[in-house]
């Protein structure tokens, strides 16, 4: 299977006259907005049994709009624009490969993971309305016990090797990431967590989402240590800046990765 472009931009810019709507759903979440004199009106909804790999518009306001979650938002004269723009999810990701990966001693490698985008929306030029998660993600804790650790999304991944296996998907951005086991043991991948959080956020030319790269390196004689590539690896790669961190690194810190993972599945939430 070779590399797949997006047919389009998946997260559009609508433009309405006054008293018009517009409607699409993308991954698992439909979105209508309407446009009056004075306001904007947000319905969205997320169905957990839907994730739709492209955009998809809809024509018609929906008739059972008591099921949806709704916003409105006022101006003095309404914008007649209301971009819809990608950005990464709040929390860092759990993956779990469906199947455990082992990598030998002194071997590297590059996994692609996806996760699922948000979606922020703004009037025109103006500051950020809501943000809307394009799936409705499990948690799952990341930690030694209860006390210790991080509130996380979790996500099952099939931890591509080649990015030329990898499949497009509207409402996913692309994680490249390097494991370069200079240990001397087997170093096996059955759980790995992304810091998105502190990740940028590009487009390529075929409308396809990356982040930011990380690369983890595990030794016989210290904690498993994970650092972002260099922001050049993206420029040269033709990718343009989107979006960028939640939050701001610690140059110092060392992310715990792949230890101290606890399944709290029964206490999804």
Avoid at 156 to 179: D, L, S, Y
Avoid at 183 to 206: A, G, N, Q, W
Wanted: with cysteine.
């Amino acid at each position: 299977m070779t590399e797949q472009a997006l047919k389009f931009d998946p997260f559009p810019i609508v433009r309405l006259a006054s008293a018009r709507h517009a409607g699409f759903r993308i991954g698992a979440i439909s979105v209508y907005v309407r446009r009056q004199p004075r306001d904007w009106t947000v319905a969205w909804r997320l169905d957990r049994d839907v994730d739709l790999d492209q955009f998809e518009p809809a024509t018609e306001w929906p008739d059972d709009l008591e099921l949806f979650e709704t916003a409105r938002f006022g101006f003095a004269e309404s914008p007649p624009e209301l971009s819809m723009r990608p950005v990464l999810g709040d929390r860092s990701y759990v993956v779990e490969p469906e199947i455990p990966l082992s990598i030998p001693p002194g071997q590297a490698i590059d996994l692609y993971v996806g996760t699922a985008l948000w979606m922020a929306l703004h009037p025109d030029a103006g500051p950020e309305l809501l943000q809307l998660p394009t799936v409705r993600p499990s948690d799952t804790w990341f930690g030694e016990n209860t006390r210790s650790g991080e509130l996380c999304y979790v996500a099952r991944t099939k931890a591509r090797t080649g990015i030329e296996e990898f499949e497009p998907r509207a409402n996913r951005a692309i994680t490249p990431i390097t494991i370069d086991n200079l240990s001397t043991k087997p170093f096996t991948v059955d759980h790995l967590k992304i810091p998105i959080m502190l990740l940028e956020l590009y487009r390529d030319s075929e409308n396809r989402h990356w982040t930011r790269g990380l690369r983890a390196t595990v030794r016989d004689d210290r904690p498993t240590e994970i650092e972002l590539k260099p922001v050049a690896d993206a420029s040269d790669r033709g990718w343009s800046q989107v979006g960028t961190p939640r939050q701001a690194m610690d140059r110092n810190l060392i992310l715990r990765t792949f230890d101290a993972f606890t399944d709290l599945s029964a206490r999804l939430i």
